[in-house]
């Protein structure tokens, strides 16, 4: 892999096993700054915590990687000032645990997908079940999420390769039972990353950004699109 001199990573705290894997698959020692994956809950929040880390990166950091989806359109208005951006197109980050949109959309709209770090983020399904169950008790509770997440028809479990599966699957379980929605475990990939890293952007596959220029709303439409990717294996 041909290295990009002056590049440095801003990512989600969601994706740090995977992008930490990656990293080490390839040799890449780039500074990371990770947001709160939290922050997800409110989009706005997220766009000003990644524009703030991108103001304060130096200007000897050229290039700077975002790993994000685009999140409920979090990054819609974020602007490259002094550096160069690369972020994947994906409407959100379940392309870059699988692989690609393509793959992705196998699974259709009625699949819920989760990994460990999604489960410790403090904004997944899991975690939203115990406030509600705390706010109104166990009935009740139950009802809201029926009504919440009854769409789905299974939740999916990514094995990405970088956490206990078993523990995560048994945690899904545990939560999916009352709801009567069934849990399977499907494969991940770390490539969609790896391509990110490699460099050598495709177009169909990333958005690049020269310095100066705004991520934009048909920035985010194009990123719904599915792709038949084939970026770098890792």
């Known amino acids: 892999m041909e290295k990009e001199h002056g590049v440095c990573i801003v990512a989600c705290e969601t994706l740090k096993q995977e992008l930490l894997a990656a990293m080490e698959k390839c040799g890449c020692d780039y500074p990371v700054t990770w947001i709160?994956?939290?922050k997800h809950t409110w989009p706005d929040k997220l766009r000003v915590s990644v524009q703030e880390a991108i103001d304060g990166i130096p200007p000897s950091l050229e290039t700077v990687l975002l790993l994000f989806g685009f999140c409920g359109n979090a990054m819609v208005g974020i602007e490259a000032r002094d550096h160069r951006l690369v972020m994947p197109k994906a409407a959100d980050c379940i392309p870059l645990f699988?692989?690609?949109r393509k793959e992705r959309d196998v699974y259709g709209t009625r699949t819920y997908f989760f990994t460990e770090g999604y489960l410790n983020s403090g904004g997944s399904a899991v975690t939203d079940a115990s406030k509600i169950y705390e706010r109104y008790?166990?009935?009740?509770?139950?009802?809201i999420l029926k009504k919440?997440?009854?769409?789905y028809q299974d939740f999916a479990?990514?094995?990405?390769?970088?956490?206990?599966?078993?523990a995560a699957r048994a945690r899904?379980?545990?939560f999916a039972e009352p709801l009567g929605i069934p849990v399977k475990l499907i494969p991940g990939s770390l490539r969609f990353i790896g391509a990110l890293l490699a460099g050598g952007w495709r177009g169909d596959s990333f958005l690049v950004l020269e310095p100066g220029g705004k991520i934009s709303f048909e920035d985010s439409l194009e990123a719904g699109?599915?792709?038949?990717?084939s970026g770098a294996a890792v």
């Open 98 to 100: 699988i692989g690609s």
């Open 172 to 174: 899904v379980e545990n």
């Open 157 to 166: 479990v990514v094995d990405t390769g970088v956490f206990d599966v078993g």
């Open 225 to 229: 699109k599915s792709q038949d990717f």
């Open 36 to 38: 709160d994956a939290g």
């Open 137 to 143: 008790g166990e009935e009740d509770g139950l009802y």
């Open 148 to 151: 919440m997440l009854g769409h």
